[in-house]
């Protein structure tokens, strides 16, 4: 069966920042029963979105147009890389 997947990036003032979607689809295997729960592994890049600030942001997760989750997470500057000595 097939399924969409759309991820919105807020951030914590519920500003839209970026999305993206997905369609993937699930095989049945012959030992699942009607309507049980099947864990899938999904992978995305995020190297596209560019964060405003630091801060705090949520991914909200819809699969087939209903919302499932909100994630949290915080953004923080990257630290300076140590300038070499020697030159």
Do not use: C, M, W
């Not at 914590?12 to 997905?22: K, L």
């Not at 095989?27 to 995305?44: I, N, R, S, T």
């Not at 990257?78 to 000595?85: D, G, H, L, T």
């Amino acid at each position: 069966e097939r399924h969409k997947l759309r991820v919105v990036i807020q951030d914590d003032q519920g500003t839209r920042i970026g999305s993206f979607d997905a369609e993937f689809g699930v095989g049945v295997p012959d030992a699942l029963a009607p309507g049980e729960e099947v864990q899938v592994p999904l992978g995305f890049p995020l190297n596209p979105v560019r964060l405003p600030r630091e801060g705090g942001y949520t991914l909200e997760l819809l699969l087939d147009d209903t919302h499932q989750a909100s994630v949290g997470f915080r953004s923080a500057a990257r630290p300076a890389a140590p300038e070499s000595a020697g030159g």
